[in-house]
C-alpha cells in the first residue's frame, strides 16, 4: 500500500525566501508522485508530478520538485517566494491497487508567506 | 482535459436531514472518479471510488453512501446526517495511473 508523509502542518517563509516543503512516500511499487496546491475553498490544483522520467520535475508557479529514491523523498521547492504562494500544498502518491489506481495524499502544509 | 462540475458549493443542513452531492465530468469517457472528504486542518480522506457505472467501492464504513448511475455522474449521499458529516467534499477523476486528477471545486457542507 502507498502512503505520504508530509512534514509539517505549517510553514512560515518571507517573501522572497526559499521554500521547502517535505514530503516522504512509501510504495511498495514504483510509485507516480504528485504535488497539488489548493486555494481557500476551492478544488486542487495540479503543481507538478513525478512519474519516472527525469528525477528533477518542473511545474508552474516556479515549483519544482526532486524524486530520491534513496531517501523516499519528494521534497517540493521554491527559490523565491511570493506572496501569491500562499495556500495549502498535498503531496500526493498513486499506483495500481488491486487493479484499481489509487491517489493517496499526505495531510497537507499551510505555506504562510510574510511581507 | 478533463473538467469536474460540482454543486452545491456551499450546503447547511440540520442533523438527521438527507444528503445528496452531484458531481459531472466532461472531456473523458470510463473515468475513474473519487469522492473525497476533507475535514478542517486535515487532509484528504478517500470515501469512494468507482471504476464504472453502479460500482463503487467504499473506504471508510461511514454514514454515506454513493451511486454512478451514468458513466460521468456520480453522487454522494447520506439518509440521515450527523454532525460529524461536515466537511469539504472534493470530487475528482483520474484517466490512468500516471495521470493527475482533476478535481472539483468542492462542496462545503456543515451540519447544524
Known amino acids: 500500500a502507498q502512503s505520504v508523509t508530509q512534514l509539517g502542518s505549517h510553514v512560515s517563509v518571507s517573501e522572497g525566501a526559499l521554500v521547502l516543503l517535505r514530503c516522504n512516500y512509501s510504495?511498495?511499487?514504483?510509485?507516480?508522485l504528485f504535488w497539488y496546491v489548493q486555494y481557500p475553498n476551492q478544488g486542487l490544483q495540479l503543481l507538478l508530478k513525478y512519474t519516472s522520467a527525469a528525477t528533477l520535475v518542473k511545474g508552474i508557479n516556479g515549483f519544482e520538485a526532486e524524486f530520491k529514491k534513496s531517501e523516499t523523498s519528494f521534497h517540493l521547492t521554491k527559490p523565491s517566494a511570493h506572496m501569491s504562494d500562499a495556500a495549502e500544498y498535498f503531496c500526493?502518491?498513486?499506483?495500481?491497487?488491486?487493479?484499481?489506481?489509487?491517489?493517496?495524499f499526505g495531510t497537507g502544509t499551510r505555506l504562510l508567506v510574510s511581507p | 482535459s478533463q473538467t469536474i462540475h460540482q454543486w452545491p458549493a456551499t450546503l447547511v443542513q440540520p442533523v438527521g436531514s438527507p444528503l445528496s452531492l452531484e458531481c459531472t465530468v466532461e472531456?473523458?469517457?470510463?473515468?475513474?472518479l473519487y469522492w473525497y472528504r476533507q475535514a478542517a486542518g486535515r487532509g484528504l480522506q478517500l470515501l469512494f471510488y468507482?471504476?464504472?457505472?453502479?460500482?463503487i467501492s467504499s473506504e471508510v464504513p461511514q454514514n454515506l453512501s454513493a451511486s454512478r448511475p451514468q458513466d460521468r455522474q456520480f453522487i454522494l449521499s447520506s439518509k440521515k446526517l450527523l454532525l460529524s458529516d461536515s466537511g469539504f467534499y472534493l470530487c475528482a477523476c483520474l484517466g490512468g495511473v500516471a495521470t493527475e486528477a482533476f478535481f472539483g471545486q468542492g462542496t462545503r457542507l456543515t451540519v447544524v
Open positions: 472531456g473523458t469517457s470510463n473515468p475513474n
Open positions: 500526493a502518491v498513486s499506483g495500481l491497487n488491486t487493479g484499481f489506481q489509487k491517489l493517496v
Open positions: 510504495s511498495s511499487v514504483p510509485p507516480y
Open positions: 468507482s471504476i464504472g457505472i453502479d460500482q
